[in-house]
């Protein structure tokens, strides 16, 4: 399929799991009182699966590992890469068990650490411990769902990884719900993460099997392809997830202020959104592309596929950032301020939301550069890039979280603005290598369409500027608060859409041709590929 069209797929499927994961959202907040112990445990107990998550399952690594299986696939064939990806998979996945053990048997003197508020309260610190220990299991679980995504992604096949996420929503959406009081509840939506694992995992062998792979479990050894794939695909997840990484070292930082994780898990949410819908759906269908383009040669036809991921992904990214950024407060007090969760919860989010928004671009185009480094197999510079962000997102977002709470201003928005910093960062240091080296700059045409879509956002922006300052009157006249917000962003959406034609930063044969199928994608086979692409 296009860039377009598997981006599409992959954006689509994700926003259905996004949507779940909302409503997750406002189910715990309201089963867990709001921003209070209970949510700042269960967000502690999320953050090491949803680090997982991100690194492994939503693209980082399968878009190291994507090139090795796909280079191996074309020269020595399937079943020499089957092969590989199967040591690989059985090396990983014994080193991520052993790891999860070794948490699990430490937790409890690690948690007065990672919750450092709470140390006067021994029950939530056992609770909290407990939810850990019990998600843990979902690590392992990933590390296999992510060789496997790598394995469907590389025959074209993006539907299902990118479908199964929803199963972790599902099932804790349901624990939450059937849970008769807010203890159960802690331990069911535990439970019910590491049964979502499974399914996800299972889901995926099953995907992969039907559509050919032959890969077989086996004693872990280091063997000369698994040290291949470690070589490259260990630093490409680290190097892909340089945000993620940024993510959790915010998180750590929070746990000596109550109530502070849970303003950064709900704002994590919101701008963690484009993230996943746009830059690694972008990333994980350019990889491929990319991929094919190196080994034939064909520079230009690389260059253009990554002129249509930066145009394709700012058109849809920046808007989403300007919203966050002239209309935060609108957005949290409609969508998630209710029962014990208030319009105080709602402001401080929003603060934090704003510093998060500004850095979103950058979080996306990061997603789009690191994929030609992949492509050459080359994940040693981009990891380097990585490390220098997060020693810099650490540095300054302790000083400003330690710092500003001195002058009056919450210390959490300065874990906003430094996340955003290191996010920019990390886009300066991987386009200028490219740039430098000759491997990609963007050409003038493409800087004019990004002129003129900011044109396009700037008009959305004041629209949605004006409705934020009316927030109250809009609430009354359209007669809730969530309608009100629904009708202005697809307002503000539509206005985006029509400036951006009018001022032919985009036009509707541009469209068309971008979701039109490519003469010679992959074919797949039976009735998996039209249960996948459908």
């Known amino acids: 399929m296009s860039l377009a069209r598997n981006t599409f797929v992959q954006a689509s499927l994700t926003l259905a799991s996004r949507v779940l994961g909302f409503a997750r959202d406002l189910v715990a907040n309201a089963q867990f009182g709001g921003q209070g112990?209970?949510?700042?445990?269960?967000?502690?107990?999320?953050?090491?699966?949803?680090?997982?998550?991100?690194?492994?399952?939503?693209g980082a690594f399968a878009q190291a590992f994507v090139p090795i299986y796909a280079r191996d696939r074309a020269e020595h064939g399937a079943d020499s890469a089957d092969h590989i990806a199967s040591e690989a998979m059985s090396f990983l996945l014994f080193v991520v068990a052993v790891f999860c053990?070794?948490?699990?048997?430490?937790?409890?003197?690690?948690?007065?650490?990672?919750?450092?508020?709470?140390?006067?309260?021994?029950?939530?610190?056992?609770?909290?411990?407990?939810?850990?220990?019990?998600?843990?299991?979902?690590?392992?679980c990933m590390t296999l769902a992510s060789l496997l995504s790598g394995v469907l992604n590389t025959m074209g096949r993006?539907?299902?990884?990118?479908?199964?996420?929803?199963?972790?929503?599902?099932?804790?959406?349901?624990?939450?719900?059937?849970?008769?009081?807010?203890?159960?509840?802690?331990?069911?939506?535990?439970?019910?993460?590491?049964?979502?694992?499974v399914l996800q995992a299972g889901l995926l062998w099953w995907g992969a099997q039907r559509?050919?792979?032959?890969?077989?479990?086996?004693?872990?050894?280091?063997?000369?392809?698994?040290?291949?794939?470690?070589?490259l695909a260990i630093p490409g997840a680290l190097a892909g997830g340089a945000m993620q990484i940024n993510s959790l070292v915010s998180q750590l930082l929070t746990g000596t202020d109550e109530g502070a994780r849970s303003v950064l898990y709900n704002s994590d949410?919101?701008?963690?959104?484009?993230?996943?819908?746009?830059?690694?759906?972008?990333?994980?269908?350019?990889?491929?592309?990319?991929?094919?383009?190196?080994?034939?040669?064909?520079?230009?036809a690389g260059s253009a596929a990554m002129d249509d991921a930066i145009g394709l992904s700012m058109a849809l990214t920046v808007p989403a950032a300007i919203a966050y950024i002239v209309m935060p407060y609108?957005?949290?007090?409609?969508?998630?301020?209710?029962?014990?969760?208030?319009?105080?919860?709602?402001?401080?989010?929003a603060e934090v939301l704003r510093q998060f928004a500004w850095g979103v671009p950058a979080f996306v185009l990061a997603k789009v550069f690191t994929p030609p480094f992949f492509a050459r197999q080359d994940t040693r510079r981009p990891m380097q890039f990585a490390v220098t962000t997060v020693i810099v997102n650490t540095l300054l977002g302790a000083g400003l979280f330690?710092?500003?709470?001195?002058?009056?201003?919450?210390?959490?928005?300065?874990?906003?603005?430094?996340?955003?910093?290191?996010?920019?960062?990390?886009?300066?240091?991987?386009?200028?290598?490219?740039?430098?080296?000759?491997?990609?700059?963007?050409?003038?045409?493409?800087w004019g369409r990004l002129a003129r879509l900011g044109v396009a956002c700037l008009i959305m922006g004041v629209f949605a500027g004006v409705c934020a300052m009316n927030y109250a009157a809009l609430s009354q006249l359209l007669w809730r608060k969530e309608v009100a917000v629904l009708v202005v962003a697809f307002a503000a959406f539509v206005l985006y859409c029509i400036a951006a034609l009018a001022l032919r930063a985009v036009t509707i044969r541009e469209v068309r041709n971008a979701l039109r199928r490519e003469r010679g994608a992959p074919a797949g086979g039976g009735a998996l590929q039209s249960g996948m692409e459908g």
């Open 269 to 300: 949410r919101l701008y963690q959104l484009p993230l996943g819908l746009i830059g690694v759906a972008v990333g994980l269908a350019l990889v491929p592309r990319l991929s094919r383009h190196h080994a034939a040669g064909e520079v230009e």
């Open 158 to 197: 993006f539907a299902l990884s990118a479908g199964v996420p929803t199963l972790l929503n599902v099932c804790t959406i349901a624990a939450l719900l059937l849970a008769p009081d807010s203890a159960a509840a802690a331990i069911w939506v535990s439970v019910a993460v590491t049964i979502a694992g």
């Open 402 to 446: 330690f710092t500003l709470p001195r002058f009056g201003v919450d210390g959490v928005i300065g874990l906003g603005m430094a996340t955003s910093v290191a996010g920019w960062l990390n886009v300066l240091l991987l386009s200028s290598t490219l740039a430098r080296e000759g491997t990609y700059r963007i050409s003038a045409q493409a």
């Open 101 to 140: 053990v070794v948490a699990q048997v430490a937790m409890p003197f690690l948690m007065p650490w990672l919750l450092s508020a709470y140390t006067d309260d021994p029950g939530v610190l056992t609770t909290a411990t407990l939810m850990t220990q019990l998600t843990m299991p979902y690590l392992a």
């Open 211 to 231: 559509m050919g792979a032959r890969l077989r479990f086996g004693l872990p050894r280091i063997t000369p392809a698994v040290s291949r794939v470690l070589l």
């Open 330 to 349: 609108f957005i949290i007090d409609a969508t998630v301020t209710r029962g014990a969760f208030t319009h105080d919860d709602a402001h401080r989010t």
């Open 37 to 58: 112990p209970l949510m700042d445990a269960f967000a502690t107990a999320l953050m090491f699966p949803n680090l997982f998550r991100r690194l492994f399952a939503e």
